[in-house]
């Protein structure tokens, strides 16, 4: 049987006590590690393209961007906490689908301050900047440019006042954000040229995580309502939320058979490719805020988070495929 009402928020008893190691895992659980595969994985596919066009990877290289990669995205989830409690979204809103829309609750539990977390994504912020820096060393100014940009749609994502998630705006944020930039930055930072291939092969990433955006929007609907926070699902409902996401599932699989069709991806992909656009059109059928149709919104955000994993992993395997079979 599933739960579809969310935990009370109250303290974890393993995460409120003090001490380093519970301090320590505290502010990394505050992060929301669990998603960082979408931030992780399109660098690994941008790395695929860089092996398959230049032939190697530098491994050092590779390591300080997946760094960077990380510390960055859990300063822009930890700062979305920051500016949901300022506004208010995440406060009473009961209709999340725990654990994954509605926030970390680590502001609402009391387990670390807003103050705290603003000191948190700063700090993570920082460290990222300071990461890039390195990598400006080794392959030059054009880094911090990308890792700027990246940075930037993840905390104007979430800034009062600029807010882009409020403003319609901030689901083509997360698609740049989370597909063609980290896609095509990290190609680019392994040496691999940029062409129509390359940009071809980051648009599915960046459709799949956007979906996952927009789908975890919808249990939220009526909390961000109340905030003024106005996104896509919220100005258009959960048809029109539906309707642009059966929209990413088309591009996804446009994107992937205009790929194979130039020669950037195996004739073999069109066979998964088709297969994960099946499985989003599978996933949209249960957007919805009807109260009896939560358990199926659950399983249509599970599985939207699994054709971006597994779309991202098989994407990996056939551009390297395609290169040295």
Known sequence: MITISPP?????PALAGPGPGV???????????????????????????????????????????????????????????VGDDVIGADEGNS??????????????????????????????????????????????????LLGL???????????????????????????????????????????????????????????????????NEVPDRDADSRAGKRTLVVRLGPAGGRAIYLGLTALALAASAAAVAIGALPLWYALPAAALALAGALAARGISLEAAGRPRLRKSIELTLAIHALGSITLCLAILAHRFA
């Open 149 to 215: 940009a990246g940075l930037a749609l993840g905390i104007l994502y979430s800034m009062p006042g600029v807010q882009l998630s409020a403003r319609g705006v901030g689901e083509l944020a997360v698609a740049v954000g989370f597909g063609p930039l980290p896609v095509l930055g990290a190609a680019w930072l392994q040496g691999a040229p940029l062409g129509l291939g390359a940009v071809l092969v980051s648009l599915p990433v960046g459709a799949w995580v956007a979906a996952i955006l927009l789908i």
């Open 23 to 81: 301090t320590a895992k505290r502010l990394f659980l505050s992060t929301r590690p669990a998603f960082y595969t979408a931030s992780v994985l399109p660098v690994f596919v941008g790395t695929a393209w860089a092996a398959a066009t230049t032939g190697h990877v530098d491994w050092r290289l590779l390591a300080l961007a997946l760094a960077a990669t990380v510390l960055a995205h859990g300063a822009t989830n930890v700062y979305n906490d």
């Open 8 to 12: 009370p928020d109250r303290p974890s």
């Open 95 to 144: 209709e999340r689908i725990y654990p994954y829309t509605g926030g970390s609750r680590f502001i609402q539990t009391g387990l670390l301050s807003r103050a705290e977390m603003a000191r948190l994504a700063l700090g993570l912020a920082v460290a990222a900047l300071v990461v890039g820096f390195a990598l400006t060393l080794l392959r030059g100014p054009g880094v911090v």
